[in-house]
Every structure is written in C-alpha cells, then in structure tokens.
C-alpha cells in the first residue's frame, strides 16, 4: 500500500489550468515569532538549570519537539495546482519535495470553509493538512474516495483557485454555514 503522503495518482506531464503558492500573512506569523521567543526562553531556563547541575532531559525533549512542530507548521511550502483530472499539491521543505495528487473523478465533494465540527461525523477516514499555519487564506476541504474510504485534505488556498475547481466539478460545491 502507498503511503498517504506519497501519492495518489500520477501528473503525467499533463498541463496545469492554474497554480498557486501558499504566502505568508504578517499577522500570521505574529504567532510563529511569540512561539520562537518563548522557546528560546525556556532553552535558556533549561541551559541555566543544566549548568547549575540540574539538566532536564525531559524538558528539553518538550523543546525539540515543539521546535519541530513549528517548522512543520511554518517552514514548509505549498505549491498547489489543478489540472483537467488532478489537484496536484506539492510540498516544499529545504531540498525536499513530496507531491501529493487527487484525481478530481474520485472528489466527492469540497466546500470553501472547514468547519470541524460539521465534519467531524462525516465517515470521513483521514484528514490530510497541506496547508501552511502562516498563510492567511481560509482554510478549505476536498473530500474524496481513495481505496473504498472517504478522505479529505485540508488547504488554503485563493478564492480563483475554488472558482477553477468549481469550473472543473460543477455541482460538487457544499455551501457551509456556522449554525
């Protein structure tokens, strides 16, 4: 079985309708700086207390894994793209790309708001995020079939890029409201 972060499909060449990137919003990021400060605080906590012969290595344990999640949230990059028969989004940390493919035949339906709760109880297997914590776009949901289960992936992308895929999938849009 492929794993879900590979691929699930293949782009063959084929030639993109639009593409789009994710981008970074200012008050975003806000979050990301206030999170860095507190963690090199508590690093230096950690230091102090380490020199003065108390070292925690649970502590510091809690600080790489929050120092990962942060870069995962923020440090990779989205290129999302839609072709005649696949959403295709590619992501980018480094010099690594991973590109992940829905074929647009197996979408059951999408919505340009993610509501949790709403969907929470959908039969809904797995949720896939490919979006950036950074990007100030709403966040969205595609649903789709692979392998007999529904699943969805989670994005944020521009208002042009659901008008492209409502082009491409007439009556799969789900109009969701907070009620």
Same mark, same amino acid.
């Given at each position: 079985?492929? /794993?879900?972060?590979?691929?699930?499909?293949?782009?063959?060449?084929?030639?993109?309708? *639009? $593409?789009?990137?994710?981008?970074?919003?200012?008050?975003?990021?806000?979050?990301?700086?206030?999170?860095?400060?507190?963690?090199?605080?508590?690093?230096?906590?950690?230091?102090?207390?380490?020199?003065?012969?108390?070292?925690?290595?649970?502590?510091? &344990?809690?600080?790489?894994?929050?120092?990962?999640?942060?870069?995962?949230?923020?440090?990779?990059?989205?290129? *999302?793209?839609? +072709? #005649?028969?696949?959403?295709?989004?590619?992501?980018?940390?480094?010099?690594?790309?991973?590109?992940? +493919?829905?074929?647009?035949?197996?979408?059951?339906?999408?919505?340009? #708001?993610?509501? #949790?709760?709403?969907?929470? $109880?959908? &039969?809904?297997? $797995?949720?896939?995020?490919?979006?950036?914590? &950074?990007?100030?776009? /709403? +966040?969205?949901?595609?649903?789709?079939?692979?392998?007999?289960?529904?699943?969805?992936?989670?994005?944020?992308?521009?208002?042009?890029?659901?008008?492209?895929?409502? $082009?491409?999938? /007439?009556?799969?849009?789900?109009?969701? +409201?907070?009620?």
């Amino acid at each position: 079985m492929m /794993p879900l972060w590979f691929s699930y499909g293949s782009n063959g060449g084929e030639m993109e309708i *639009y $593409r789009e990137c994710s981008r970074y919003n200012n008050s975003k990021l806000l979050w990301f700086w206030l999170a860095v400060a507190v963690l090199a605080v508590w690093l230096g906590e950690e230091v102090h207390s380490a020199l003065a012969g108390r070292p925690s290595f649970i502590g510091l &344990g809690y600080i790489v894994c929050f120092i990962g999640l942060l870069v995962w949230r923020y440090g990779v990059r989205y290129t *999302y793209s839609v +072709t #005649k028969r696949q959403l295709v989004i590619i992501s980018h940390f480094l010099w690594v790309s991973r590109t992940f +493919t829905v074929d647009l035949d197996s979408v059951e339906s999408y919505s340009g #708001k993610y509501v #949790k709760k709403l969907f929470k $109880r959908n &039969g809904i297997k $797995r949720y896939v995020y490919r979006y950036s914590s &950074g990007d100030g776009n /709403p +966040t969205r949901i595609i649903i789709f079939h692979y392998q007999g289960e529904r699943r969805a992936v989670l994005v944020k992308v521009q208002e042009r890029f659901m008008d492209e895929l409502s $082009r491409l999938l /007439p009556g799969k849009y789900r109009e969701i +409201t907070n009620q």
